[in-house]
């Protein structure tokens, strides 16, 4: 049941980047170009997002588990740090270069399109460096 429903919420939240066209990064660029043609589409998107995980977030908080059944963890982080602020400007950095962000990058790259392919397997590659930095730290 709960794999059922993670793969029902990820169609949605892919079908949800399509229709709104923020699985193309010329759009997500025409946003960033405040001196250009600028495009507020994403705001919107955005703002919309917001609203319903607001919404989500306090049904969710009433209650001790999700609708699966499965326990509620609620982040416990209460502070910005270096590794946040960093982390941040890396993904700041990457959107703004590349017009993807990971949700919409792995949809386009399920529908093929080549610089998303390109983008994820950065992505991976990247979050495969922390992966082997972070078992050297923890040493």
């Given at each position: 049941m709960v794999a059922l429903i993670a793969f029902g919420s990820g169609l949605v939240f892919g079908l949800g980047l399509i229709i709104s066209g923020m699985a193309n990064p010329a759009k997500?660029?025409?946003?960033?170009d405040l001196a250009g043609a600028w495009d507020p589409s994403l705001a919107f998107v955005m703002g919309g997002a917001?609203?319903?995980t607001a919404a989500g977030f306090a049904l969710l908080r009433r209650r001790?588990?999700?609708l699966s059944g499965e326990p509620l963890r609620w982040p416990t982080a209460t502070r910005v740090d270096v590794r946040l602020a960093v982390g941040s400007l890396a993904f700041g950095a990457g959107w703004g270069l590349a017009g993807f962000c990971p949700g919409p990058a792995l949809v386009a790259a399920s529908a093929g399109v080549s610089?998303?392919?390109i983008f994820v397997a950065a992505m991976v590659?990247?979050?495969a460096i922390f992966s082997v930095l972070e078992k050297f730290k923890s040493r």
């Amino acid at each position: 049941m709960v794999a059922l429903i993670a793969f029902g919420s990820g169609l949605v939240f892919g079908l949800g980047l399509i229709i709104s066209g923020m699985a193309n990064p010329a759009k997500v660029l025409g946003f960033l170009d405040l001196a250009g043609a600028w495009d507020p589409s994403l705001a919107f998107v955005m703002g919309g997002a917001v609203l319903v995980t607001a919404a989500g977030f306090a049904l969710l908080r009433r209650r001790r588990a999700s609708l699966s059944g499965e326990p509620l963890r609620w982040p416990t982080a209460t502070r910005v740090d270096v590794r946040l602020a960093v982390g941040s400007l890396a993904f700041g950095a990457g959107w703004g270069l590349a017009g993807f962000c990971p949700g919409p990058a792995l949809v386009a790259a399920s529908a093929g399109v080549s610089e998303a392919l390109i983008f994820v397997a950065a992505m991976v590659a990247g979050m495969a460096i922390f992966s082997v930095l972070e078992k050297f730290k923890s040493r």
